[in-house]
């Protein structure tokens, strides 16, 4: 299986900027961002497909946050600007066959913690 190692989550104030990186021990084409709040459902966040470049967003952080990835090094990053409270979750990253939507993760990291307070 993929090893993700997920880092960069901390504490900030609204409106502020983290830049979360998750490193992959193998080469994935599709690798995303995913969230859970406490007492809320799983949600994708942004997702990543390498060959083409192509991202994927929840309507809630568009134009937000920016999703990248370096497949060289076989990581992704997501810079998060402009935080709000809603934005408070763990933070995990995942890697899948497909981007096609928000299924097919087959591997998950183990979870940074952002906190937005205002």
């Known amino acids: 299986q993929v090893q993700l190692a997920e880092s960069g989550g901390d504490s900030v104030q609204v409106g502020g900027s983290l830049r979360l990186s998750c490193a992959a021990s193998?080469?994935?084409?599709?690798m995303g961002w995913f969230r859970q709040a406490p007492g809320k459902e799983r949600e994708g966040v942004a997702r990543?497909?390498?060959?083409?470049?192509?991202?994927y967003y929840t309507d809630s952080v568009k134009g937000r946050f920016t999703i990248s990835r370096d497949n060289a090094k076989n990581s992704v990053y997501l810079q998060m600007n402009d935080l709000e409270p809603a934005d408070t979750a763990m933070y995990y990253c995942?890697?899948?066959?497909?981007?096609?939507?928000?299924?097919?993760?087959?591997?998950w990291g183990q979870g940074t913690q952002v906190t937005v307070s205002s």
């Open positions: 995942a890697a899948g066959g497909r981007c096609a939507d928000w299924t097919s993760f087959d591997y």
């Open positions: 990543i497909w390498t060959v083409g470049g192509l991202t």
């Open positions: 193998y080469y994935i084409h599709c």
